[in-house]
């Protein structure tokens, strides 16, 4: 087996590695986005469940909700084995990126929220073109870690005999004998699109700078 | 802090109990036939019983038997790669009709799923680099050195029952590892000093490592390999079974060991 071979064997997971995170990146961003703006404007009880499913979620080892959603929970309703893993690193993630999104929107000054309103803005209008635009900014950065966790918290999918790079690397590297090279291939595909994928939000970033702003 | 650990717990119950409930009255054999196609899972990454060849495809003694299994049980042959330690919960759980990877049987294991005859007995080894000085002339005496084993697995029970249980062998000294090659490129580093795995794949690994020798060679924890199938599921066993037999008494299974396990 050729050098080239090898390495086409193992990126061809690519697509299932860049499939996993389309799902649970943009589904843990729709989730995390929601519970954020009940965490920060739905009052005290409502804080307290969005607070305890942080807790939760940021609490449980992603590999953990894996295991119990494709094999407990999944039994009945026959998920997949990538749909059960996509949709458990996307709820886990969901928790970190409330917390991103709360923090965002707490940075935005309370006055801003006030002034608003003393223009004739409704609450919800006000949260949704004054607040929300500003946060949305302010979140990117930390968001793009949180994209570059979610990436390579892809390969846990692995476990379930999601043929992804990991996996394929340690299956070549086991027939072949040379895993030093399998889990380097792996490594260089990761950094790739861990690297592209930061420097896109990067660029969306001050693509989206408010230039008045310092 | 109490308060989540409690909550975590009862939503693993949750799950528990969702497994208890989805239990189902008709035979795996009767979907097979239905679907005219078998869902079996294994760890392709354990040579020369099942693996990669250069073309990427799956290969090996358990590969090629299962192949022949389909075939005279007359459906289509699907494969599911998984890790060798998701593939008894994923049996249990019926994301699979069967899985075959070099298992061998074991109580805990027969608790969740139920096990086919005997297809190949398999023998166990310790293997050390040419640095080795001690020796070894019982298998207890592995106690005396650091020790590695794939995780998992019926050797890694073997020790953990005999030698760590007894406080022969402290925990500190045992490492366990995903996979087999792992374990011998930390033999190789010299973190381990013995590696105990089963014989033919130890034997496989000798051959490319020039370094590498077998000191001991017997049976311990091994012994016969089966098909893991799902619990209870009595029709399906005795396909399984027949085809097995009809197999060993036409010298099919011999032929494959000569094919994948000869030097």
Redesign the interface.
């Given at each position: 087996m050729d050098f080239g071979q090898f390495l086409s064997y193992i990126a061809s997971g690519t697509v299932l590695t860049v499939g996993v995170t389309l799902i649970a990146l943009p589904s843990g961003l729709l989730i995390g986005t929601i519970l954020a703006l009940l965490y920060v404007y739905g009052g005290k009880i409502t804080a307290r469940i969005m607070n305890l499913y942080s807790t939760i979620f940021r609490g449980i080892p992603p590999v953990v909700l894996l295991f119990i959603l494709f094999f407990a929970v999944s039994k009945g309703i026959n998920l997949s084995a990538f749909w059960a893993g996509s949709l458990s690193l996307g709820v886990v993630s969901s928790a970190y990126q409330m917390e991103i999104v709360r923090g965002a929107l707490l940075s935005v000054s309370g006055d801003q929220l006030m002034a608003a309103r003393a223009v004739g803005l409704s609450r919800m209008q006000a949260i949704r073109s004054v607040v929300l635009p500003q946060a949305v900014r302010l979140a990117i950065p930390p968001w793009s870690n949180e994209a570059a966790i979610v990436i390579k918290d892809s390969s846990l999918v692995y476990a379930l005999g999601v043929p992804e790079i990991l996996r394929r690397a340690q299956l070549i590297g086991a027939s072949s004998q040379r895993y030093l090279l399998a889990y380097l291939s792996a490594a260089v595909i990761y950094f790739f699109l861990v690297f592209a994928t930061t420097r896109l939000l990067t660029l969306l970033e001050k693509k989206l700078a408010i230039p008045s702003n310092p | 802090m109490k308060k989540?650990l409690l909550?975590?717990v009862a939503?693993?119950l949750v799950?528990?109990l969702?497994?208890g409930?989805?239990s189902e009255s008709t035979s795996v054999l009767d979907k097979i036939q239905k679907a005219e196609k078998v869902l079996v899972?294994t760890s392709?990454?354990?040579?020369p019983y099942e693996?990669?060849?250069?073309a990427?495809n799956k290969t090996g003694f358990d590969i090629d038997l299962m192949a022949e299994i389909a075939k005279r049980m007359g459906v289509e042959l699907e494969w599911?790669?998984?890790?060798f330690?998701?593939l008894v919960?994923?049996v249990?759980?019926?994301?699979l009709d069967m899985s075959i990877s070099c298992f061998n049987y074991d109580e805990e294991r027969d608790k969740t799923v139920d096990f086919s005859e005997a297809y190949y007995t398999t023998e166990d080894a310790f293997v050390v680099t040419s640095a080795f000085t001690g020796t070894v002339s019982a298998p207890e005496d592995v106690a005396n050195y650091k020790v590695g084993v794939q995780s998992g697995t019926v050797q890694d029970g073997w020790l953990t029952d005999n030698l760590v249980t007894s406080g022969l062998l402290p925990e500190a000294n045992l490492s366990r590892y995903e996979?087999v090659?792992?374990a011998a490129?930390d033999l190789a580093n010299g973190r381990i000093e013995i590696l105990m795995g089963d014989y033919v794949p130890i034997q496989a690994l000798v051959a490319?490592n020039p370094d590498l020798q077998v000191v001991y060679r017997g049976v311990l924890s091994t012994g016969p390999i089966n098909i893991v199938l799902p619990d209870g599921d009595v029709e399906l066993k005795a396909e399984v079974d027949r085809i097995i037999k009809e197999l060993q008494a036409e010298g099919f299974i011999d032929e494959l060991a000569l094919k994948y396990f000869s030097e």
């Open positions: - | 989540y909550l975590t939503l693993i799950g528990a969702l497994v409930c989805a899972g392709a990454d354990y040579p693996y990669l060849d250069d990427g599911v790669d998984m890790p330690d998701s919960a994923a249990a759980g019926g994301k996979r090659d792992q490129l490319q």
